[in-house]
């Protein structure tokens, strides 16, 4: 039996007055999917990605995760995704490290706060940067910092728009290796902090968005 979808699009577009940006199309993405979006620009590419997390809504369509509808502004649903995507934000009076500890330990992660921060800011190559202020790092290193922040907290959905921009190619070959790791963990109901689905926004193709599973 086919499992249900954690995040579920039923017939979603999106429309500024008689332009469309975003066809209709169906998308859903089970736990344990990894689901590469691509599309030329412009195609509605992170405007579906927006949708999909309730940062903006449809003019046509339904969106559900877990099957509660999805809006950014449920709690509930919020502390279950976790997003990548436009420019960077930070605290500007926090360091690094404690910008993730924050974020860590503001999303649940508990006794396991330090631990996840000392793993993401390695993964993330941020370690030596820990004491430094957001502010005084470079365009690759906010980016790292940005994803860091998704990575360190517990979450069941990881959505990125275009996480390799601004990344050298060290950067990149990491982050598609840690890609493969969340893949392979899949579903881990007895420890929820675990990622179940990572959905990913690649590189041009397409005139309309298309969804690819693996």
Do not use: W
Request: charged letters at 25%.
């Amino acid at each position: 039996m086919t499992a249900p979808a954690l995040l579920q699009l039923t017939g979603v577009a999106r429309r500024y007055g008689e332009r469309t940006v975003l066809a209709p199309l169906d998308l859903a993405v089970r736990a344990g999917e990894c689901v590469a979006v691509m599309g030329a620009n412009g195609s509605g590419k992170s405007t579906l990605l927006r949708i999909a997390v309730g940062h903006d809504r449809p003019s046509e369509g339904t969106v559900t995760f877990a099957g509660r509808p999805v809006d950014d502004t449920d709690a509930r649903v919020r502390a279950r995704i976790a997003v990548v995507a436009g420019s960077p934000a930070f605290y500007p009076d926090l360091t690094v490290g404690e910008h993730l500890e924050l974020v860590a330990v503001a999303h649940g992660a508990g006794r396991d706060s330090r631990a996840r921060v000392a793993e993401a800011l390695d993964r993330t190559r941020l370690t030596g940067l820990a004491d430094r202020l957001p502010g005084s790092l470079s365009s690759g290193q906010a980016q790292q910092l940005l994803l860091a922040s998704a990575l360190v907290r517990p979450r069941d959905l990881l959505v990125l728009d275009e996480p390799e921009q601004r990344l050298d190619p060290d950067a990149r070959d990491e982050l598609a290796a840690r890609l493969r790791e969340e893949r392979a963990a899949g579903p881990a109901p007895a420890a929820p902090a675990a990622p179940t689905a990572p959905a990913v926004s690649a590189a041009p193709g397409q005139s309309s968005p298309a969804a690819s599973s693996r």
